[in-house]
């Protein structure tokens, strides 16, 4: 069975990301989405194709293009993490002539940092007129440095908005504030609250989850409620994101008890239409083993949204399966396999998941066969499964047969996937151990295809080569090839495989 199951994911193709249409479908009222502009933009989809070419042929045609629609598309773009084209819209209005607004300066600051690097990002903003360098542009720059983690260029910059007094939103100290969780820093966010307030800079909600979460970083839950209090006593009111923020930070503590009030009051929130907060709120009731509360949340989620997406069953069943409900995980399951309308392998990877973890391989093989059949194309994620599975019941063979897999795979669609590097050593041992040189042949080649090829991994072949006696010439040529650094340990090595 576990032959045909990779015989049966060996396929090598990828499909186009419908992101792009996604975005496309909410920009615009019905009128416009009866446009050609619109269809020939929802038709580019996740692709390289320009929308530049797009826009051009568009006008060549006589037809106009307004700013407020290019506007809007660049937005929605950016929402769904089509940075490229977004940048392409923005580079086409300033081409033709559109003045961009500082606020579409600073969205091309923080476009052009993602797509094209910080160092991009800086020359535009170098390049900008004087008066165009104001609290917009200024903090879109610190942003890009936060988000890349640049502590020492995001605090000279810091220090210089403060001293042109454009550093007088809460945006900035945000950001900043950011930057220092990221970089583990926690007790540096409550002191930059306090310079926003002597500078009567009005702390926002933002600030204040931040500083939450600082306190609950340094496993102050008393300084969390007190920065509760003071949001109560200032009459700010709360989202349902700091709701989940709050009971969030009493599971992380194991305060459940007041993790399931925090939930309560989030269920409470008027109007509730974010998918989101339904699927924070099954997560965390999951994280409590609270089944009840997953349930009902689940039935609520329902009656907000007429159709539920694929990306709702699976919290769903990430829920039920972290829960160790299978028995209702997989009814679920077919309720979701009797509606959906694209097969998507991500939830069929968690009941795999579930069945390889209880060792019920033939039940796991049989659903990815029956997702196969159905459209789905297994992803990394189910390849990487099936892999470690096999390598703790010590079935080389068929371990490696999925890492193939997976190395053809990704030199096909250039995606970064590669093994963990304890996954590597599990194979490196075994097949050195075993002086099984033909699957160290097989891994390396492997390895190569996935870019992680390293010293290691022709250590461990060379001494297996020694092992059974075996020389190659060309040893030193392949090794100089693949960029493998030529160290005292693996000349050693290399002097009795392949000797001068």
């Not at 576990?2 to 992101?19: C, E, W, Y």
């Not at 409620?225 to 599971?251: C, K, P, S």
């Not at 709702?312 to 399966?321: D, E, G, H, I, R």
């Not at 097949?431 to 040189?437: A, L, P, Q, R, W």
């Amino acid at each position: 069975m576990a032959r045909t199951a990779t015989r049966a994911i060996s396929f090598l193709s990828s499909t186009p990301s419908r992101g792009l249409s996604t975005a496309m479908a909410t920009v615009t009222a019905s009128k416009d989405k009866e446009s050609s502009l619109y269809r020939r933009l929802s038709a580019l989809g996740g692709s390289e194709a320009s929308v530049v070419d797009t826009l051009n042929e568009w006008v060549k045609e006589g037809k106009s293009v307004k700013r407020v629609e290019i506007i809007g598309y660049v937005n929605q773009l950016r929402k769904y993490k089509k940075y490229k084209h977004a940048l392409q819209l923005l580079k086409w209005m300033e081409k033709r002539g559109r003045d961009l607004t500082h606020g579409d300066q600073a969205i091309r600051l923080d476009l052009l940092s993602k797509v094209e690097g910080i160092a991009s990002a800086e020359k535009y903003f170098d390049s900008l007129k004087e008066s165009a360098k104001n609290k917009l542009t200024y903090g879109a720059l610190l942003n890009c440095y936060c988000k890349e983690k640049m502590v020492d260029k995001a605090m000279s910059l810091f220090e210089k908005m403060k001293k042109l007094s454009v550093a007088s939103t809460s945006l900035a100290y945000n950001n900043l504030m950011a930057l220092n969780m990221r970089m583990s820093y926690p007790k540096k966010v409550a002191p930059l609250v306090e310079e926003m307030k002597k500078n009567q800079i009005v702390p926002d909600i933002v600030t204040y989850n931040l500083l939450m979460n600082s306190y609950a970083y340094l496993h102050n839950i008393k300084g969390v409620e007190r920065v509760v209090e003071e949001m109560n006593t200032n009459g700010i009111r709360f989202d349902w994101a700091t709701h989940a923020n709050l009971a969030t930070i009493y599971v992380k503590a194991g305060l459940f008890d007041k993790a399931k009030s925090a939930l309560e009051e989030l269920e409470k929130v008027a109007n509730l239409h974010d998918r989101e907060a339904f699927h924070v709120l099954i997560c965390l009731y999951a994280r409590m083993s609270n089944l009840e509360g997953v349930n009902r949340v689940w039935q609520s989620l329902k009656s907000a949204f007429p159709k539920v997406t694929n990306a709702s069953y699976l919290v769903m069943l990430k829920a039920l399966c972290t829960m160790g409900y299978r028995d209702t995980a997989n009814e679920c399951f077919k309720e979701w396999e009797s509606v959906c309308s694209t097969y998507d392998i991500r939830l069929a990877n968690i009941l795999i998941d579930s069945y390889l973890s209880q060792f019920m391989i033939k039940e796991a093989e049989l659903l990815c066969e029956s997702a196969v059949q159905k459209g789905a194309k297994p992803n990394f994620r189910t390849l990487e499964m099936f892999m470690n599975y096999h390598l703790m019941k010590q079935q080389m063979d068929l371990a490696l047969d999925y890492l193939k897999t997976a190395a053809s795979k990704a030199k096909v669609e250039r995606n970064k996937w590669q093994p963990s590097q304890e996954t590597v050593s599990v194979f490196l041992k075994y097949f050195e151990s075993k002086n099984d040189v033909g699957g160290a042949e097989e891994l390396c080649d492997s390895l190569k295809k996935l870019r992680c090829l390293n010293s290691e991994a022709y250590s461990s072949l060379l001494r297996t080569y020694i092992a059974i006696g075996k020389t190659d010439p060309e040893m030193r040529k392949r090794m100089s090839a693949d960029g493998i650094e030529m160290n005292s340990d693996i000349n050693k090595l290399l002097e009795k495989v392949c000797p001068k």
